[in-house]
């Protein structure tokens, strides 16, 4: 960093949340301002503290800690860079000192602990925050990665839920010349945004859990296959991965050891399927991305053949905290099989939407009205989409239900990857119902038959209901397709499209021409 | 349809051969295909297969398999509007009817005069600030009628 020393540290996010509410624009008028005023001043373009309401939020170092304004609009930012220049001085959009926020003190941040708080493009600010103690650590003693990570109790955090350190271990004991890392940035799901949160606000921690990966596996070569809608993702992505090859803690020799690891950033181009992990696969291998049959397992043949770690981004960026702090330490977070925190995301018709990290076990009802604040329209809540495109519609009577894998799973649903879409009251379910397979049916790999043409003739079977044709018979016939593709289908994007069709049907009959369902029944 | 506007059969043997040896090549050389010509222009797929040594089909399939590859040049703007769950909880659906009705397109279609193309997208991870649109790689959130309107009257400069 090249500023004078005494300059004033101002962070301006660069993350796309807030660069999409003009963040772009403040940070060159706070420069501006800078020079026309000529103090000295240093604009860092950090990540998201994850308040996406308070976007832009800019902060400003004080003796005191950092001072947060927000959301800052073009026509206030003058008056805000005034108030910073009185060491965080009042102005009506101050927010105060960021950690003390109530959003920011309910929660519990292990995977998102520097997220917003470091320049992303700083390997030296991401060492002084407790960056690569986890991979020092795990290079002390590599035989106990594997343990270790298992022992946390991390389960795959892209939505299967599968034991990440049972994964690292079949790849470990199979034998191969060429293994591969490879991480799944392809976050398609709509209300997701954290693989895209911790890409801009702390690559080096991704890139630090990939390398604790290859470390544990004998892999050398990784690849980070990152959705094309994420451009602002990709460019810090890379630049991290340059700036971690100059600070030698990529390449050749990592961090001084004889371990050889390397990183690569690989670009999809718009097919939601390719964030199953097979089809993610034949993707970068220069494929269609259809589905594999499995067996084989990508551990045993994954990338070009070859035994393959696939793990979500944040289940890789977890690792790190994991190697530091001990498998205990994470896994005394949690409830149930669901260990350690979740960053769950906040969106939709929500009045404080954004990212919240907790412990598995709070529940959806605590997420929705009390962290979330409830609709913006003002309006009551009806529905709640959990788990994405392909997650379950819940209604407020089940509410209840705590943030766990099984909690879910047993109410019909799943928590996917943690994005949560709330719905006022003008939504109309059958409409949701309808779009589940249009979507379906236009993002199928098109292998197999359940999903193929199943979520074209489900769509023509909502319609005919929407519209009173034969209700009855076209509802039981919504209902045995849905079963078709629930369990003949070879993913979970036909096996999982069922869920918020199903769920809609079963929760808001109303919307589908029936009679309400009575809160009484739940 | 036929289209190779801007065809340089140079400038893509020149791309092709830039990442032909690297592992998977293939999504890569497209990318900076489309980078190039705006699109992947028909007489690139055999110059392709040929150098990765795989059939025209099997090129061809990928490029229409993924969302992302243009089979003909763009709009000179590119406006695209999220049309997933989370923007559909905030008035996505109003927003492409505004969109659609003042721009007489339909979602997925270029005007006729070649200015602006409208595509629907499933999703640009902005779903705490939604509804959100892109317009020419530009991020926007908090999308409302009037913000729209600024950037309907952007794409007919």
Redesign the interface.
Known sequence: MSAPTGSLRVYVPGD??A???GADDIAKTIRDLAAKKNVAVQVIRNGSRGM??L?PMLEVETGEGRIAYGPVEAADAESVFEAMLTTGGEHKLRVGKPEDHPFMKKQTRLTFARCGIVDPRSLEDYCAHGGYRGLNKALAKPANIVAEVTQSGLRGRGGAGFPTGIKWKTVADTKAEQKYIVCNAD???????AD?MIMEGDPFVLIEGMTIAGIAVGATKGYIYIR?????AIDVMNDAIRAARQGGVLGDKVCGSAYVFDLEV???????VCGEETALLD???????QVRAKPPLPAHKGL?GKPTVINNVLSLATVPIIMDKGAEFYKNFGMGRSRGTMPI??????NY???FETAFGITLGELVDDIGGGCFTGRPVKAV?VGG?LGAYFPRALFDTPFDYEAFAAKDGLIGHG?I????DT?DMAK?AR?AME?CA??S?GKCTPCRIGSTRGVETVDRIMKGIERDKNLAVLTDLCNTMKFGSLCALGGFTPYPVMSALTHFPEDFGGAPRLEAAE | MKTTSGWDANLAAEIIGRHKNT??????I??SLQEAFGYIPEPAEPLVAEA?NISRA?VH??VT?????RHAPAGRHVLKLCQ???????GSDALAAQAESKLGVKLGETSADGRVTLEP??????????P?AMID?R????LDAKKLEALIAETSR
């Open positions: 796309a949340a660069v999409a509410c996406h309401w976007e976050e398609g799901d709509s209300g997701t945004f895209r094309s809608e994420y451009p602002h690989r670009v999809g181009a718009g097919a939601y993707s970068l291998e220069g494929k269609r991305g070009f995301q906040l969106a939709g018709n929500l939407g954004g990212l989409q495109p994005g879409v709330v719905f006022d939504v949701q779009f979507f236009i993002e790999c | 592992e998977g090549p293939l999504l890569p497209l990318h990765l099997e399939g990928v398999f993924y969302h992302d590859y997933a769950e989370a923007c559909q909880a905030c997208v499933y999703c640009l991870g902005l779903c705490s600030v939604s959100s790689g991020i926007v959130g908090r």
